[in-house]
């Protein structure tokens, strides 16, 4: 294993967001970490240095870094989106319409095309297989009408950097410019060279739920975690190496006391020592690669 390792900096989220102006050192002892106005459960940093310890080196790291993983949305919605309520509740709720042909092609595979001049063929999804990815609701309300498409690209941030790579451009009716979706699909994770934590209570670490975004600079990454209805939400410590960022997601502040059974999910901020760049980005719980999920259409705390 490479052996530096940087610290918690900072963790913020979304819900106070706009409030943080910072969090103190840029590193600190091991187990002395506070977050946010909870205090952090025990054994989180070690579980992560297992983790780092696993994927530093590994098989598993080496075939990831090969293959094709988005860390950004596969979709990119219309200049000047959306033109009223009903449309964007439509986009949310994945609910499309087909008014017309879509048309059929000629090619079963598709090329990631990196900016270093890398480049991977994978099997490429025709229109109709990419729509049915976007099309999620058949519960009736508001939908956004297509009525073509034509394959292009478009550029996309993924674990390898940013990548230019087939896409389908869908009209949609009312906009004039498409809505545009990724025509492959992500590789197939690697084995994992660790397994999950043990079952934990709701005060201990807990699994994140997906990956949402990095900043511009690479310096801060944004996860979906969840957390109940009597907590004062969810925070992640973050232990960084040369080859891994492991998050280590937890409660702050949870009740003992009568709660309802609902899971709500908030988006948490992570500021980092160094940018993110190839390192594989790892949840501690569940020892594999924080999954990169299709945001639009879940159910983000709204405090």
Known sequence: MR????????????????????CGEQTRPQGTTRVGDGERPGGTQERARRVAEAWDGSTAADVYRRGFYPMADVVETPENA????????????????LRGELPASDRDKGEVAWADGRSLTLPMMDARETLAKLDRNSGGGPELVVTGARLGTMKLVTSR????????LFTLDGYDTPLKRVALDPSEQPEPPIGPAADSPSNEQWPLQQFVRTSRDGLSVTVLAGHGSCDKGPAADVL??????VLSGW??????????????????TVKLAQPVGDRVLLDAFTGRPVPYGDHAGGMPDEG
Not at 240 to 245: A, M, R
Not at 257 to 267: I, V, Y
């Open 251 to 268: 409660i702050r502040d949870p009740s003992d006391g009568n709660c309802t059974a609902d899971l709500r999910f908030t988006e948490v």
């Open 82 to 97: 959306f033109r009223n309520g009903a449309d964007k509740e439509a986009y949310l709720m994945r609910n499309f319409g």
């Open 3 to 22: 052996n530096r390792t940087v610290q918690l900096v900072c963790v913020v989220t979304a819900l106070a967001a706009a409030a943080a102006t910072g």
């Open 161 to 168: 950097g940013p990548a230019t790579v087939p896409a389908w």
């Open 240 to 245: 960084e190496t040369d080859g891994s960022v």
